[in-house]
């Protein structure tokens, strides 16, 4: 026996129409899980509900005010502990380096200039490399590889586009 819609309408607070009142009232005769599910039902409904006790929104709330300081004031303490942990970490990994620009700031600022230096001129002669490579590629390479290549970036950038135009589309209207 199919007890799921006699449950279902045991259990909802909409209105039976007549047919389905008349077939839950003869189910209920016959079922005896489904009367004992109406007989629970029946009872919660007629228990009248406690009101809490007198104050008791006032207490919560003077609770509630409580630990939401505390929250506050932990998440506080915490931030206090985590950046003071993370000054200290800093301070003792760049100590060596503090101590030698307090030293000697004279070589400090020389060595970081040298090191600028450098990286200019490797920058620079990455770039001619480069240029080099440029120059010299189409030699080397076949006409049809090009051809290829070229037809493979506009597909891929065709794909790129449209899936631009679709995740970024801004709805119109109201």
């Known amino acids: 026996m199919d007890h799921r819609p006699f449950e279902d309408w045991l259990s909802n607070e909409e209105p039976l129409t007549p047919q389905q009142k008349r077939d839950l009232t003869a189910h209920l005769q016959t079922c005896r899980s489904c009367s004992s599910l109406a007989e629970v039902d029946l009872a919660f409904r007629s228990v009248r509900q406690a009101e ?21 004031r932990r998440n506080a303490l915490g931030f206090l502990v985590l950046a003071v942990s993370v000054v200290g970490l800093l301070a003792g990994l760049a100590w060596p380096f503090i101590k030698t620009a307090v030293a000697s700031p004279v070589d400090t600022l020389a060595a970081w200039l040298s090191s600028l230096v450098n990286l200019w001129a490797s920058f620079q002669a990455l770039i001619h490399a480069g240029l080099v490579l440029f120059r010299v590629a189409p030699g080397f390479v076949p006409a049809y590889i090009w051809a290829v290549l070229l037809f493979g970036l506009t597909g ?19």
């Open 156 to 174: 891929w950038s065709l794909v790129w586009v449209l899936s631009l135009m679709k995740y970024t589309r801004i709805p119109q209207g109201a």
């Open 52 to 72: 809490p006790a007198r104050e008791f929104v006032n207490r919560f709330q003077v609770r509630l005010a409580a630990r939401k300081q505390a929250l506050r």
